[in-house]
């Protein structure tokens, strides 16, 4: 490893060690921000797609531009997946490490692009060309496997596929230039279509059917902020992000909050493992979504807005940013906006860097203050003290869809589809074991077997409603309602069938949770570690009854004692097989006869001693002849 | 009392300081009272190295840092109805367990080693050898407690536990009046 840092160091400007980035470029950088600390998730990302890494000396730079200290650059620095402190090649290839892509053939991907690029995964090639990493599912389980090549998507991969791709890029080619020989000359919405699907395979009467243009926002500007409001608590919109907060109310608290300034958030960070709906919205919907959100800031008199897109989204953003300056440029955003004095909103992108975690409100507004994206306490609530302190209206993409829709077709409308509680249509991205994975909009109250039938799913043997954080359902709870009531989700419907190893699924559903805990509280940093190791136990068949206690017990200090939804809802995809597949646990378990714990292994642990001394164990290698 | 079959009881030091079994002798007079109820079998009071017969209790002082502590658990865990991990360093780890913390290293128990026998600052050793008489126990790659390498039925907390805690968890385990510890006797301030 050093021979191929110093030997390549000399030559190579992207190894940030060896040539220190010129304090000058680092200034330009922060100034394109103002120098606003607020910014510093930009400030980084900038310096990391450039230099490739984010070095302590540039972090030096950095924080004197922006006033603050170096540890705190380098606190936001460490946290983000997407920000390294050590060199990354010049393309960085990420590979998505869902279940779904393991399933349908990751491995094969991951040892073509090895064997071709001749690195790991994990490493970054001696000469700073390629890095070659996992990330967790990046919103593409309709077309697994899938990968990030720098800020383009791949999908649907196969070896044959990879193999190539590692050629041409070894070769010295562009990922664009993977995706099109022209993609220069396409538009941006050719260019994102050209990289991933949209696969939507039905169209509701809400969201992905015919849509007038700004027929919303026409008739919001129309009547009073507090008319607006009740429209929306009429309607009995609920939030679509997965907790199901009602949107109604949401606004009214923040409306009803002095103060000087208010802000409205959309929430794109959509990265809930088999959650890819928002990404279809962005892609088709982008003018909805910004409509629903000028409504909103109409509604509770905000006149700053930021969509926070995660980082994985990134290949949609050149897509975001010419509908936002379309819209500019038709008086949709801005000042007096559709000519009315004093209508003014605009929205700007804020960009994540790959932490399942900023999808929790609270640490989605901290990274767009530019902190680590650690949750908040609660209270104050973001309708409260938000954004920088001032009232913050929170909502998935999806909700401000459907806000808009119902402006122009009236609460009724809305409220009369679907059933009671959980009102409208809703968007669930289905992957997994089915025929057709995709986007399907559906009135809430279809039952999870009738979705199955619709996929092409009928032979699931388990199902994952609303992904890991969510419930997982065998074949005898098909007949439950997607409602807030029985089944909610968030979107997510992960389809399993008879070949898949239940406890595997949980043990990777762990190690996600393990992997984004943002390690804030101990309960979700090391509850989560130790749920992670319980199922590997079981997985051995190591496991005694009394194991099945201790995974009850401990999820049950975990979710009563984290500080945000992550950790309070980590435990379920162990609670909720223990619950519907209790066989499946009980067929791994044995009791344990004379007391001597089988997880012991006295071999591996007297093996280091073996080499140190040099010799065998008298008690544990009494034959000799081995 | 005295028509009762006593009950047979064994004791062993493992990774610990032997702290705990002194804390045994702090039952002071009661001993009296005790041995009343009990006979001794394998442990270092009575200076038996093996067991004679099955015991009804077994005590532990101390987690596994060798293998020879391993191989004395599963002896008492074979031999013993009830067994019970005395202070800290049983139920925890404790003080060994410190040497876990070295954790960022390719070889953390070589450099243990090293620390201890050769390079530590305040280290005399002439020979500049790690010790390896071959009668020395191998060490394990860390300090286990010993919940991790057998069952365990009860844990007396304390480094080291009162006489007190010692002496009523015992007669009332005897005499089958134990129901958990009187929160008096467990809380440090």
Same mark, same amino acid.
């Given at each position: 490893?050093?021979?191929?840092?110093?030997?390549? =160091?000399?030559?190579?400007?992207?190894?940030?060690?060896?040539?220190?980035?010129?304090?000058?470029?680092?200034?330009?950088?922060?100034?394109?921000?103002?120098?606003?600390? #607020?910014?510093?998730?930009?400030?980084?990302?900038?310096?990391?797609?450039?230099?490739?890494?984010?070095?302590?000396?540039?972090?030096?730079?950095?924080?004197?531009?922006? =006033?603050?200290?170096?540890?705190?650059?380098?606190?936001?620095?460490?946290?983000?997946?997407?920000?390294?402190?050590?060199?990354?090649?010049?393309?960085?290839?990420?590979?998505?490490?869902?279940?779904?892509?393991?399933?349908?053939?990751?491995?094969?991907?991951?040892?073509?692009?090895?064997?071709?690029?001749?690195?790991?995964?994990?490493?970054?090639?001696?000469?700073?060309?390629?890095?070659?990493?996992?990330?967790?599912?990046?919103?593409?389980?309709?077309?697994?496997?899938?990968?990030?090549?720098?800020?383009?998507?791949?999908?649907?991969?196969?070896?044959?596929?990879?193999?190539?791709?590692?050629?041409?890029?070894?070769?010295?080619?562009?990922?664009?230039?993977?995706?099109?020989?022209?993609?220069?000359?396409?538009?941006?919405?050719?260019?994102?279509?050209?990289?991933?699907?949209?696969?939507?395979?039905?169209?509701?009467?809400?969201?992905?059917?015919?849509?007038?243009?700004?027929?919303?926002?026409?008739?919001?500007?129309?009547?009073?902020?507090?008319?607006?409001?009740?429209?929306?608590?009429?309607?009995?919109?609920?939030?679509?992000?997965?907790?199901?907060?009602?949107?109604?109310?949401?606004?009214?608290?923040?409306?009803?909050?002095?103060?000087?300034?208010?802000?409205?958030?959309?929430?794109?960070?959509? =990265?809930?493992?088999?959650?890819?709906?928002?990404?279809?919205?962005?892609?088709?919907?982008? #003018?909805?979504?910004?409509?629903?959100?000028?409504?909103?800031?109409?509604?509770?008199?905000?006149?700053?807005?930021?969509?926070?897109?995660?980082?994985?989204?990134?290949?949609?953003?050149?897509?975001?940013?010419?509908?936002?300056?379309?819209?500019?440029?038709?008086?949709?955003?801005?000042?007096?906006?559709?000519?009315?004095?004093?209508?003014?909103?605009?929205?700007?992108?804020?960009?994540?860097?790959?932490?399942?975690?900023?999808?929790?409100?609270?640490?989605?507004?901290?990274?767009?203050?530019?902190?680590? =994206?650690?949750?908040?306490?609660?209270?104050?609530?973001?309708?409260?003290?938000?954004?920088?302190?001032?009232?913050?209206?929170?909502?998935?993409?999806?909700?401000?869809?459907?806000?808009?829709?119902?402006?122009?077709?009236?609460?009724?409308?809305?409220?009369?589809?679907?059933?009671?509680?959980?009102?409208?249509?809703?968007?669930?991205?289905?992957?997994?074991?089915?025929?057709?994975?995709?986007?399907?909009?559906?009135?809430?109250?279809?039952?999870?077997?009738?979705?199955?039938?619709?996929?092409?799913?009928?032979?699931?043997?388990?199902?994952?409603?609303?992904?890991?954080?969510?419930?997982?359902?065998?074949?005898?709870?098909?007949?439950?309602?997607?409602?807030?009531?029985?089944?909610?989700?968030?979107?997510?419907?992960?389809?399993?069938?008879?070949?898949?190893?239940?406890?595997?699924?949980?043990?990777?559903?762990?190690?996600?949770?393990?992997?984004?805990?943002?390690?804030?509280?101990?309960?979700?940093?090391?509850?989560?570690?130790?749920?992670?190791?319980?199922?590997?136990?079981?997985?051995?068949?190591?496991?005694?009854?009394?194991?099945?206690?201790?995974?009850?017990?401990?999820?049950?200090?975990?979710?009563?004692?984290?500080?945000?939804?992550?950790?309070?809802?980590?435990?379920?995809?162990?609670?909720?097989?223990?619950?519907?597949?209790?066989?499946?646990?009980?067929?791994?378990?044995?009791?344990?006869?004379?007391?001597?714990?089988?997880?012991?292994?006295?071999?591996?642990?007297?093996?280091?001693?073996?080499?140190?001394?040099?010799?065998?164990?008298?008690?544990?290698?009494?034959?000799?002849?081995? | 009392?005295?028509?009762?079959?006593?009950?047979?009881?064994?004791?062993?030091?493992?990774?610990?300081?032997?702290?705990?079994?002194?804390?045994?002798?702090?039952?002071?007079?009661?001993?009296?009272?005790?041995?009343?109820?009990?006979?001794?079998?394998?442990?270092?009071?009575?200076?038996?190295?093996?067991?004679?017969?099955?015991?009804?209790?077994?005590?532990?002082?101390?987690?596994?840092?060798?293998?020879?502590?391993?191989?004395?658990?599963?002896?008492?865990?074979?031999?013993?109805?009830?067994?019970?991990?005395?202070?800290?360093?049983?139920?925890?780890?404790?003080?060994?367990?410190?040497?876990?913390?070295?954790?960022?290293?390719?070889?953390?128990?070589?450099?243990?080693?090293?620390?201890?026998?050769?390079?530590?600052?305040?280290?005399?050793?002439?020979?500049?050898?790690?010790?390896?008489?071959?009668?020395?126990?191998?060490?394990?790659?860390?300090?286990?407690?010993?919940?991790?390498?057998?069952?365990?039925?009860?844990?007396?907390?304390?480094?080291?536990?009162?006489?007190?805690?010692?002496?009523?968890?015992?007669?009332?385990?005897?005499?089958?009046?134990?129901?958990?510890?009187?929160?008096?006797?467990?809380?440090?301030?």
């Amino acid at each position: 490893m050093e021979n191929g840092r110093s030997s390549s =160091g000399g030559i190579d400007a992207s190894v940030c060690e060896m040539a220190p980035v010129p304090a000058a470029e680092i200034a330009e950088i922060c100034k394109t921000y103002g120098n606003d600390k #607020h910014r510093m998730l930009d400030i980084l990302r900038d310096v990391q797609d450039q230099y490739r890494c984010v070095a302590p000396s540039t972090m030096e730079r950095i924080a004197e531009a922006t =006033g603050l200290t170096r540890i705190e650059v380098e606190g936001v620095a460490s946290f983000y997946s997407f920000l390294s402190l050590t060199p990354k090649g010049r393309t960085s290839i990420r590979l998505c490490d869902d279940i779904v892509d393991r399933y349908t053939g990751l491995d094969a991907v991951t040892s073509a692009f090895e064997e071709v690029l001749d690195i790991r995964v994990g490493e970054t090639s001696p000469d700073g060309a390629f890095s070659l990493e996992y990330t967790p599912c990046i919103g593409m389980c309709d077309q697994t496997p899938a990968a990030m090549i720098n800020d383009v998507v791949m999908t649907k991969l196969t070896s044959e596929t990879a193999r190539r791709l590692a050629e041409a890029l070894k070769s010295g080619q562009s990922p664009e230039h993977l995706v099109s020989d022209r993609f220069e000359a396409l538009t941006p919405h050719e260019r994102v279509t050209r990289m991933v699907d949209n696969n939507i395979r039905h169209a509701g009467d809400v969201l992905l059917g015919p849509v007038p243009e700004e027929a919303g926002l026409n008739h919001a500007a129309g009547i009073t902020p507090t008319q607006i409001i009740t429209a929306i608590e009429e309607s009995g919109l609920r939030g679509c992000g997965g907790a199901g907060f009602t949107t109604g109310r949401k606004w009214r608290f923040a409306a009803s909050e002095r103060a000087e300034k208010h802000f409205v958030i959309c929430n794109a960070d959509e =990265g809930e493992p088999g959650t890819f709906k928002d990404r279809v919205l962005l892609t088709e919907r982008p #003018h909805l979504v910004f409509e629903g959100m000028t409504i909103a800031a109409r509604a509770v008199g905000a006149s700053n807005g930021i969509l926070y897109l995660r980082g994985e989204y990134v290949y949609l953003r050149e897509l975001l940013e010419q509908v936002l300056e379309e819209r500019r440029r038709r008086g949709l955003l801005g000042k007096n906006i559709l000519g009315i004095k004093g209508f003014n909103f605009d929205v700007r992108l804020q960009l994540g860097a790959g932490a399942y975690i900023c999808g929790e409100e609270g640490a989605l507004i901290s990274s767009c203050e530019g902190l680590p =994206g650690e949750p908040k306490t609660r209270p104050p609530f973001p309708v409260n003290r938000g954004y920088l302190g001032y009232p913050t209206v929170v909502n998935n993409v999806e909700t401000f869809c459907h806000a808009a829709r119902i402006l122009d077709r009236g609460a009724k409308w809305f409220h009369d589809m679907g059933t009671e509680g959980s009102h409208g249509t809703k968007l669930f991205s289905v992957c997994g074991d089915c025929l057709n994975p995709g986007i399907y909009e559906l009135p809430y109250g279809h039952t999870v077997w009738e979705v199955l039938e619709r996929v092409g799913g009928e032979d699931a043997a388990a199902v994952q409603v609303g992904g890991p954080s969510g419930t997982m359902i065998a074949r005898d709870s098909f007949h439950r309602k997607l409602t807030f009531d029985d089944l909610a989700t968030g979107g997510a419907i992960i389809i399993f069938n008879g070949d898949r190893n239940i406890l595997e699924i949980v043990e990777y559903y762990m190690s996600f949770f393990v992997h984004e805990s943002c390690g804030y509280c101990t309960p979700c940093r090391v509850g989560n570690v130790f749920l992670q190791k319980a199922i590997q136990k079981f997985r051995k068949g190591l496991a005694n009854p009394e194991d099945i206690e201790y995974l009850k017990d401990l999820s049950g200090t975990i979710i009563e004692t984290s500080r945000c939804g992550l950790g309070m809802t980590s435990p379920n995809p162990v609670l909720t097989t223990l619950q519907n597949f209790p066989l499946v646990y009980s067929a791994v378990t044995k009791p344990n006869k004379d007391g001597i714990r089988d997880t012991f292994d006295i071999q591996s642990a007297i093996d280091g001693a073996r080499k140190i001394a040099k010799r065998r164990s008298y008690i544990f290698d009494r034959d000799f002849t081995q | 009392m005295s028509e009762l079959p006593k009950a047979r009881i064994a004791t062993a030091s493992l990774a610990g300081c032997f702290g705990c079994h002194m804390a045994i002798l702090d039952i002071d007079e009661r001993l009296i009272e005790l041995m009343k109820l009990v006979d001794v079998d394998r442990s270092p009071l009575t200076d038996k190295k093996r067991f004679t017969q099955r015991c009804d209790i077994g005590i532990i002082e101390g987690g596994c840092c060798n293998e020879e502590n391993v191989h004395v658990l599963h002896d008492f865990r074979r031999h013993c109805d009830v067994l019970i991990a005395l202070g800290q360093c049983a139920i925890m780890g404790g003080l060994p367990a410190m040497r876990n913390a070295i954790m960022h290293s390719d070889a953390p128990l070589r450099e243990c080693l090293d620390e201890a026998y050769i390079t530590g600052r305040y280290i005399r050793n002439t020979t500049h050898n790690v010790p390896n008489d071959p009668a020395l126990p191998l060490l394990l790659d860390e300090v286990y407690p010993c919940s991790q390498v057998v069952e365990i039925d009860y844990q007396i907390p304390g480094c080291a536990p009162e006489g007190d805690i010692i002496f009523d968890t015992l007669s009332k385990l005897l005499t089958g009046r134990f129901r958990g510890f009187e929160r008096e006797m467990i809380r440090f301030d």
